[in-house]
């Protein structure tokens, strides 16, 4: 059984960086085909896509978040790394990892229970 755990402050102050972290266990970051992922859900909106770290190392971003965005990795820990820039009050959010998978297409089949961000000063 894969689990996800998120890892990181809840409070950002405006301009600064967030880092969170996930943890992974019950499997491997680097087993083919998985995509691990970061994705956020603004307070009353909808999900929101911020990309993903491949079982290859390869990174994907959200085209609106590229320029802010970085997603690292260590294999030995077996941990994915999701660094926001330049925060504003609009990155405040629930924050959640998780794992894409080939599985009947393709689908989010394994999540992190989520993390609680606010940027204010």
């Known amino acids: 059984q894969v689990q996800l755990q998120e890892s990181g402050p809840g409070l950002v102050k405006p301009s600064q960086t967030l880092s969170l972290t996930c943890t992974v266990s019950?499997?491997?970051?680097?087993?083919?085909?998985?995509?691990w992922s970061w994705v956020r859900q603004p307070p009353g909106k909808g999900l929101e896509w911020i990309g993903h770290?491949?079982?290859?190392?390869?990174?994907y971003y959200s085209p609106s978040l590229k320029s802010r965005t970085s997603i690292s990795r260590d294999t030995s820990k077996k941990q994915f790394t999701l660094h926001l820039n330049s925060v504003t009050p609009e990155d405040t959010g629930m924050y959640y990892c998780?794992?894409?998978?080939?599985?009947?297409?393709?689908?989010?089949?394994?999540w992190g229970q989520g993390t609680q961000v606010t940027v204010s000063s």
């Open positions: 998780a794992r894409w998978a080939p599985i009947g297409g393709w689908t989010y089949d394994y």
């Open positions: 770290i491949a079982y290859s190392g390869s990174t």
């Open positions: 019950g499997g491997s970051i680097t087993t083919n085909y998985y995509y």
